[in-house]
T-cell receptor, first 117, second 113 residues
Framework: NAGVMQNPRHLVRRRGQEARLRCSPM?????VYWYRQLPEEGLKFMVY????????ESGMPKERFSAEFPKEGPSILRIQQVVRGDSAAYFC???????????????FGPGTRLTVL | AQSVTQPDIHITVSEGASLELRCNYS??????LFWYVQSPGQGLQLLLK??????LVQGIKGFEAEFKRSQSSFNLRKPSVHWSDAAEYFC???????????FGAGTRLTVKP
């Protein structure tokens, strides 16, 4: 069973370009989470999605950032008009469908390291 | 608001010495607690987790952690550190209501020969 896959692993963009980060959850997982790790910091929650639904985007910057998880295909984190401050590692995690109030463990991908020149 | 605090930004220990990394959380409901390790340029590897039951949790690579509700702590320990343990360690709390996670800022471990 393949784990969470993210691509590309490394992405270089110039200021003003768009960045698209992809995340394929583990087989059978229907929940996806995106986290951002700035240099020398811990991971910060960005957004939580289910198929075709954004559940919680409280950690997403208000502008330029968007995320989707379509019915078919990977989840996409899109950053428009990137700036140097967007340089970070972006991690995706997935979990299975929740049953009841208990917590469902998240499984993390290897991350995409975005560098903005 | 929920939060996770790792008071030590950087710790240096000698190889073979014991290790304790501190983690305190602030969360009103039942916490789901995790420790992850991250080597430079790498992803996260789960060391151990606490959901319920025995408050002393055993993990991989010889690590263990103890959940102390009265102190809101979940400290990570290892009796004898190896040079390969040098990495960044993150404590995290999972929120049952939304299933997301909150991470501490991390503790960087350096191991002296």
């Amino acid at each position: 069973n393949a784990g969470v896959m993210q691509n590309p692993r490394h992405l270089v963009r110039r200021r003003g370009q768009e960045a698209r980060l992809r995340c394929s959850p583990m087989k059978g997982h229907s929940h996806v989470y995106w986290y951002r790790q700035l240099p020398e910091e811990g991971l910060k929650f960005m957004v939580y999605l289910q198929k075709e639904n954004i559940i919680d985007e409280s950690g997403m910057p208000k502008e330029r950032f968007s995320a989707e998880f379509p019915k078919e295909g990977p989840s996409i984190l899109r950053i428009q008009q990137v700036v140097r401050g967007d340089s970070a590692a972006y991690f995706c995690a997935s979990s299975p469908l929740r049953e009841g109030p208990s917590y469902n463990e998240q499984f993390f991908g290897p991350g995409t390291r975005l560098t903005v020149l | 608001a929920q939060s996770v605090t790792q008071p030590d930004i950087h710790i240096t220990v000698s190889e073979g010495a014991s290790l304790e990394l501190r983690c305190n959380y602030s969360y009103g409901a039942t916490p789901y607690l995790f420790w992850y390790v991250q080597s430079p340029g790498q992803g996260l590897q789960l060391l151990l987790k606490y959901f319920s039951g025995d408050t002393l949790v055993q993990g991989i690579k010889g690590f263990e952690a103890e959940f102390k509700r009265s102190q809101s702590s979940f400290n990570l320990r290892k009796p004898s550190v190896h040079w390969s343990d040098a990495a960044e360690y993150f404590c995290a709390v999972g929120r049952g209501n939304n299933n997301d996670m909150r991470f501490g800022a991390g503790t960087r471990l350096t191991v002296k020969p």
